[in-house]
């Protein structure tokens, strides 16, 4: 198949999860074309079925807002047309459903119906299409979709309940690549950062206000006083600062890093013994996935569709959203020496679940099955 894949070309969990699809997609002899407004995160290397076409917009003093929305839908239309596409895949809603859309009508009144697939993935239901200057747009653009995916049956469900959609939604799970995600034999890094083999926690994410980030600092500080432990905080985003100038007041300064972006997390996940996702939603919740496919059980918050990956007193444990006093006993259970290695081994088995040769070929399935039915 000749296949397009418009998404955010950033560090979060749609763009990674849009951009290892398409790398995936390509290895098994697709043709990908990537249309996205910057080269995609995890795309920084040669490979003869993957193409890249920029969006651009020339800017104008007339515009406080430049029209993105009608750019990508313009470069959807030109690389649909010279690349011969067979099927458009967008992710999350917004605008890459509503832009989709758009092209496909220009499409259509040039004699071409392309396919269009919308991937839901989080807080384009959860946040951002709730706001009520979105939410038709969101609708109208779900409905317009030749075929949806949901993320997790939390998100498909919490789809329908928000918004009046008429389209069945098909959950395809996130998923992981074992031949990355997998631990490694880092001991010299584990030494550096726990010199004293103190337990090492780990958080990764985008430091959005979702995220909850204060919860994982309030529940550290009591966690250390039961348990010689560090805290590792992977990536970069609004709440960073704040948080830094947190650990610094509580007196954690020496036990925490902030590492910033980091390319290579599974260096870090493989020395890890507990991660952290305490987010106030979370449709799936993949750096949880990544985490454990590197053995490391999971503390999470039970909201959206992470019971769906975390299983409660198997892989870690799950606390109601702010339940600080909850996650710190779950933690301090999980990191018993005696219990912390099946912990780990559970992690793992539930990783395999989501392979990323299983869940990729559920995606090829359903784009034949959307191609077919036009
Ligand atoms: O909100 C983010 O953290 C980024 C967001 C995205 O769409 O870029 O991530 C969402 O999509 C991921 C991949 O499908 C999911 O694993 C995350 O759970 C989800 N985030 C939220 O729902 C908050």
């Given at each position: 198949m000749r296949i397009g894949i418009v998404c955010y070309?950033?560090?979060g969990g749609s763009g990674v999860v849009a951009t290892e699809l398409g790398k995936a997609l390509a290895q098994k002899g697709h043709e990908v074309h990537f249309i996205t407004y910057?080269?995609?995160?995890?795309?920084?290397f040669f490979n003869e079925n993957i193409f890249y076409h920029e969006v651009n917009i020339s800017s104008y003093p007339l515009f406080q807002y430049p029209p993105y929305e009608s750019a990508l839908a313009g470069r959807m239309v030109d690389v649909v047309k010279h690349a011969n596409l067979d099927l458009l895949h967008v992710h999350y809603a917004i605008p890459h459903a509503t832009s989709a859309y758009l092209a496909k009508q220009i499409l259509k009144s040039e004699g071409l119906n392309i396919p269009v697939v919308t991937t839901l993935h989080g807080t384009d239901i959860?946040?951002?299409?709730?706001?009520p200057a979105l939410s038709p747009v969101v609708t109208f653009s779900i409905n317009e979709s030749d075929g949806v995916t949901a993320v997790s049956k939390d998100l498909k469900i919490d789809t329908e309940s928000a918004f009046k959609v008429n389209k069945d939604i098909e959950v395809i799970y996130n998923f992981v690549d074992l031949t990355r995600f997998y631990k490694q034999e880092k001991e010299h890094f584990k030494r550096f950062i726990c010199p004293n083999n103190e337990k090492l926690l780990v958080h990764a994410s985008n430091f959005r206000k979702v995220k909850r980030i204060v919860d994982i600092i309030k529940a550290f500080a009591k966690i250390r006083k039961h348990i010689p432990s560090k805290l590792l905080m992977v990536g970069d985003g609004e709440e960073r600062q704040n948080m830094e100038h947190l650990s610094r007041d509580l007196g954690l300064s020496e036990d925490?890093?902030?590492?910033?972006?980091?390319?290579?997390?599974e260096e870090v996940l493989s020395v890890a013994d507990l991660f952290f996702m305490p987010s106030e939603k979370e449709s799936f919740g993949l750096a949880a996935l990544e985490a454990m496919a590197c053995e490391v059980p999971v503390i999470s918050s039970n909201t959206g569709g992470l019971a769906e990956l975390n299983i409660h007193g198997v892989t870690g444990f799950l606390s109601n959203v702010g339940d600080i006093d909850d996650m710190v006993k779950n933690a301090l259970f999980v990191l018993q020496d005696d219990q912390l290695p099946t912990f780990k081994k559970n992690a793992l088995e539930r990783a395999k679940q989501f392979d990323m040769n299983v869940i990729v070929q559920q995606y090829e399935a359903y784009y034949h099955k959307i191609i077919d039915s036009l």
């Open positions: 070309p950033t560090f910057s080269q995609p995160i995890r795309l920084d959860s946040i951002v299409g709730r706001d925490i890093r902030f590492i910033g972006k980091l390319e290579a997390i």
